[in-house]
């Protein structure tokens, strides 16, 4: 496995594994990585790229130590949730940080359910499955990509249209992950829940989370994690904004990690034309499944 360099303007490659691009550090290990041994009382935060994944683990983490925000300072966000399946040598291993977590763990992947190490299944662990609308989640990985050179340059934003589309990304299509996890969702113990309803109401998605996790919390330690999770409050808690993250992997000055945290900023980007073309594809892809989402 080789080290990643960083001249200017390189980027860590990516290959297939099953027909899903995945960065070529993660590939290289991916018979480690596939026969990864998931405990019981493990707890997966599972998510596309991008759709709340680490406003997810802050709730998560805040539910788990009953709102005390200074346990959860106590690390990086990439140090408290192993992420199994990010390789970047010599930096990250996150299989090695699972591997040597005391139980019990929470982890974090991104991988589409039909490649899901099977010990987490198995095991009947809980998972958290969050889903983004396909505009914004789009969106928001197009500036990901900008930002992050472990991830392949997105191009243009007209290129990165068709690249999303065509399910050319990292982890895959969007479309065939959040369909594969919304049908495995009621055979295994897992919980659906959309970015968009925990914008809309914090507090009964944080809620609904607890129960999952089995923690029963009063108002008032709820009302804490709704606060200290709040977009403009993670964004300043350097514990959650990724900042800690060396800028030879992500480079905040190129577009910040935590960007706007909002629903609907497609608008910005979309032009009318590339909103029919989104539109209609859209209506295709998404025939085969009665999961909807809010725009
Ligand atoms: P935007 O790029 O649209 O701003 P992930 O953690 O899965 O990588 O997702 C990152 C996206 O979630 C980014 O979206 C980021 O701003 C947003 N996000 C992070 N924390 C958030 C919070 N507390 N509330 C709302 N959105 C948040």
Known sequence: ?????????????????????????????WDQIWNFQAKPDDLLVSTYPKAGTTWTQEIV???????????????????RFPFIELIIPPLINGLEQANNMPSPRTLKTHLPI??????????????IYVARNAKDNMV????????????????????????FMTGKVCWGSWYDH???????????????????????????????LANFIGKDLDDKTLDKIVYHTAFDVMKKNPMAN?????TEIMNHSVSPFMRKGTTGDWKNHFTVAQ?????EDYKKKMADTNLTFQF
């Open 242 to 246: 990724y900042t800690s993250m060396p």
């Open 61 to 79: 983490d805040l539910i788990q130590n009953e709102g005390n925000v200074d346990h959860s300072q106590r690390a990086p966000t990439h140090e």
């Open 178 to 208: 959040v369909k594969g996890w919304w049908k495995a969702k009621d055979q295994h113990n897992i919980l659906y829940l959309f970015y968009e309803d925990m914008k809309k109401n914090p507090k009964h998605e944080i809620k609904k």
């Open 114 to 127: 039909q490649l899901l190490p099977p010990s987490f299944l198995e095991k009947n662990c809980k998972i």
């Open 275 to 279: 909103n029919e073309i989104f539109d």
């Open 1 to 29: 496995m080789e080290d990643l360099k960083y001249n200017e303007g390189e980027r860590l490659a990516a290959d297939y594994i099953e027909g899903i691009l995945l960065p070529t550090p993660t590939c290289d290990l």
């Open 140 to 163: 928001s990985y197009y500036h990901f990509q900008r930002m992050n050179r472990t991830l392949p340059h997105p191009g243009t934003w007209e290129e990165y249209f068709e690249t």
